[in-house]
T-cell receptor, first 113, second 108 residues
Framework: EPEVTQTPSHQVTQMGQEVILRCVPISNHLYFYWYRQILGQKVEFLVSFYNNEISEKSEIFDDQFSVERPDGSNFTLKIRSTKLEDSAMYFC???????????FGQGTRLTVV | RKEVEQDPGPFNVPEGATVAFNCTYSNSASQSFFWYRQDCRKEPKLLMSVYSSGNEDGRFTAQLNRASQYISLLIRDSKLSDSATYLCVVRTGNQFYFGTGTSLTVIP
């Protein structure tokens, strides 16, 4: 069964450092997303991406964040100058069409120390 | 106002019980509706999409009432393996909006 894969599963970084979280969406999917979930809180939308550009972003997704689809398979989230409050589980998701369900990767747990 | 609201629970029910979860959403323009389940420290996994006509998948039944902007999930004959957090998810535009989730524990 096709699945969304994310690497690494856990990333520890020092405050102020840059991190890149990587995702391989399901191959025939056209819509890609990043979400985050702070421990004990709800899943929060960060950004959606379609046709090689951001289609929507939340107020969380400020200038510190960027996304890229560097090739035909990878979808990355870059966080510049990480802060302690960026510690969370980051989920990548993809969907085939705009109205269909999204499938989530297993997440990257980011810990900023 | 929150986009999606759910009763956080927790719901603690005995094995074999029937349990119902409810959810409301605020944007009448929302297009698609889903229930996901999330186990502790894992990713959300699709349980089922929700349609206006109602749909059933084994022990699970989902209903959507667009007029009331209300979504429900019914679980019959609860199993221990049903213990998880159930997330009501609504698609509006290019975003999936998540409720805070309802925690279910099925007790032997």
């Amino acid at each position: 069964e096709p699945e969304v894969t994310q690497t690494p599963s856990h990333q520890v970084t020092q405050m102020g450092q840059e991190v890149i979280l990587r995702c391989v969406p399901i191959s025939n999917h056209l819509y890609f997303y990043w979400y985050r979930q702070i421990l004990g809180q709800k899943v929060e939308f960060l950004v959606s991406f379609y046709n090689n550009e951001i289609s929507e972003k939340s107020e969380i997704f400020d200038d510190q964040f960027s996304v890229e689809r560097p090739d035909g398979s990878n979808f990355t989230l870059k966080i510049r100058s990480t802060k302690l409050e960026d510690s969370a589980m980051y989920f990548c998701a993809s969907s085939e069409e705009q109205s269909t369900e999204a499938f989530f990767g297993q997440g990257t747990r980011l810990t900023v120390v | 106002r929150k986009e999606v609201e759910q009763d956080p629970g927790p719901f603690n029910v005995p094995e074999g019980a029937t349990v119902a979860f409810n959810c409301t959403y605020s944007n009448s323009a929302s297009q698609s509706f889903f229930w996901y389940r999330q186990d502790c420290r894992k990713e959300p996994k699709l349980l089922m999409s929700v349609y206006s006509s109602g749909n059933e998948d084994g022990r699970f039944t989902a209903q959507l009432n667009r007029a009331s902007q209300y979504i429900s999930l019914l679980i019959r004959d609860s199993k221990l393996s049903d213990s998880a957090t159930y997330l009501c998810v609504v698609r509006t535009g290019n975003q999936f909006y998540f409720g805070t989730g309802t925690s279910l524990t099925v007790i032997p």
